[in-house]
């Protein structure tokens, strides 16, 4: 499968406790994005790359979140000291800069539940 | 105000049906236009893109009205695989930020 990709596809965790989450883009694409996206909404943007340079955060994303692309292949996003509203699905995309179009491709998405 | 605004129904429609939904966008210097489907609990599948001149893909049409910031996507023949939320999503700039409405769910009816 030559997909986006993501692991673990679910994760639940303790209020307070940190967790990073994964992803691998389409081989030949050199963008990659996180969304987070919650019940009854669309994906909300969190953060993109271009290769490994981060070129763009959402004022969403608080200073408890991180993420890498550290040889411009996979990405990471770490959420420090979890809060329950943390709790969503993180979705990762990549796409191909330039291109035709800017389609994203999404992986499966990995489910955050915080109790 | 919100970059994309979708009617979040539901759209329920006996199999067979013409269905349309839009969506409004309030940057005028958007650039790219798409449809995305996703299915209960999945990741957000491409539709289709949306070109100025309309574009359609078997039963499926995507037409642009960029002096009234709107994008419409028409199913014709509704299937019971249909049945989804449509993600109206648009792009300012050079593919760098997206912005997804909320979707609209459509149920198809047997």
């Known amino acids: 499968d030559t997909g986006v990709s993501q692991d673990p596809r679910h994760k639940i965790t303790k209020r307070g406790q940190n967790v990073t989450f994964r992803c691998d883009p389409i081989?030949?694409?050199?963008?990659l994005y996180w969304y987070r996206q919650t019940l009854g909404q669309g994906p909300e943007f969190l953060t993109y790359?271009?290769?490994?340079?981060?070129?763009?955060k959402s004022r969403l994303l608080s200073d408890r979140f991180s993420a890498e692309r550290p040889k411009g292949s996979f990405s990471t996003l770490e959420i420090q000291r979890t809060e329950q509203g943390d709790s969503a699905m993180y979705l990762c995309?990549?796409?191909?800069?330039?291109?035709?179009?800017?389609?994203?491709?999404f992986g499966p998405g990995t489910r955050l539940t915080v109790t | 105000r919100k970059e994309v605004e979708q009617d979040p129904g539901p759209f329920n429609v006996p199999e067979g049906a013409t269905v349309a939904f839009n969506c409004t966008y309030s940057n005028s210097a958007s650039q790219s236009f798409f449809w995305y489907r996703q299915d209960c609990r999945k990741e957000p599948k491409l539709l289709m893109s949306?070109?100025?001149s309309g574009n359609e893909d078997g039963r499926f049409t995507a037409q642009l009205n960029r002096a009234s910031q709107y994008i419409s996507l028409l199913i014709r023949d509704s299937k019971l695989s249909d049945s989804a939320t449509y993600l109206c999503v648009v792009n300012i700039g050079t593919g760098n930020q997206f912005y997804f409405g909320t979707g609209t769910s459509l149920t198809v009816i047997p």
């Open positions: 790359f271009q290769n490994e340079a981060q070129l763009e």
């Open positions: 949306v070109y100025s």
């Open positions: 995309a990549s796409s191909l800069f330039p291109g035709p179009s800017y389609e994203q491709y």
């Open positions: 081989s030949e694409h050199n963008r």
